[in-house]
Antibody, heavy 120, light 108 residues
């Protein structure tokens, strides 16, 4: 079945970096974009950016540019999201989610989420 | 930047009742890029509706979406116990994906 399986929970100090993974299976990896969406405790959903697994091209939300990097490894059908210079406000659950290119069909398959806690 | 405002913040209803959730955009948007998601506590969101009115695979027909321009609506015709959850609208435009702040549907 189609699924996205994310890496486990992380605890980081302020100023550190975190790198999360999202492994896709059950479909052709290069035919769907992968997005990252985060949710701070008790808050709503925030889109961070996306990567096109076919070419590795990316599009980041302005507020994350310079601090986030999304990459992919086609040999393992895995997407990575690295966030640098962590601060307490980055404490959140991070979801990867796929989207059929064109933005016409929503985001249909979500990972289970990876919890990142930033605390000294 | 397009801002999506959902109302009400919380909807208190009983099972079997009709739920009407609103999503208003700060400017007119292309309805083809409007989606709705359901999120239950501790779970990832689930796609309900895309293109403003098309149900995603496996979504019961008690869920329906409508609207155009700046005003969009998610309707749940008869609430089932499993429908009490958070609901988000989402839009894509100008290379940015935006979510509304959510509406909580709770048991009255």
């Amino acid at each position: 079945q189609v699924q996205l399986v994310q890496s486990g929970a992380e605890v980081k100090n302020p100023g550190a970096s975190v790198k999360l993974s999202c492994k896709a299976s059950g479909y052709t990896f290069t035919t769907y974009y992968i997005h990252w969406v985060r949710q701070a405790p008790g808050q709503g959903l925030e889109w961070m950016g996306m990567v096109n697994p076919s070419f590795g091209s990316t599009n980041y939300l302005q507020s994350f540019r310079g601090r986030v990097t999304m990459t992919r490894d086609t040999s393992t059908s895995t997407v990575y999201m690295e966030l640098n210079s962590l601060r307490s406000e980055d404490t959140a659950v991070y979801f990867c989610v796929r989207e059929r290119p064109g933005a016409l069909h929503g985001m249909d398959v979500w990972g289970q989420g990876s919890t990142v806690t930033v605390s000294s | 930047e397009i801002v999506l405002t959902q109302s009400p913040g919380t909807l208190s209803l009983s099972p079997g009742e009709r739920a009407t959730l609103s999503c208003r955009a700060s400017q007119s948007v292309d309805s083809r890029y409007l989606a709705w998601y359901q999120q239950k506590s501790g779970q990832a969101p689930r796609l309900l509706i895309y293109g403003a009115s098309t149900r995603a695979t496996g979504i019961p027909d008690r869920f329906s979406g409508s609207g155009s321009g700046t005003d969009f609506t998610l309707t749940i015709s008869r609430l089932e116990p499993e429908d009490f959850a958070l609901y988000y609208c989402q839009h894509y435009g100008f290379s940015v994906w935006t979510f509304g702040q959510g509406t909580k549907v709770e048991i009255k």
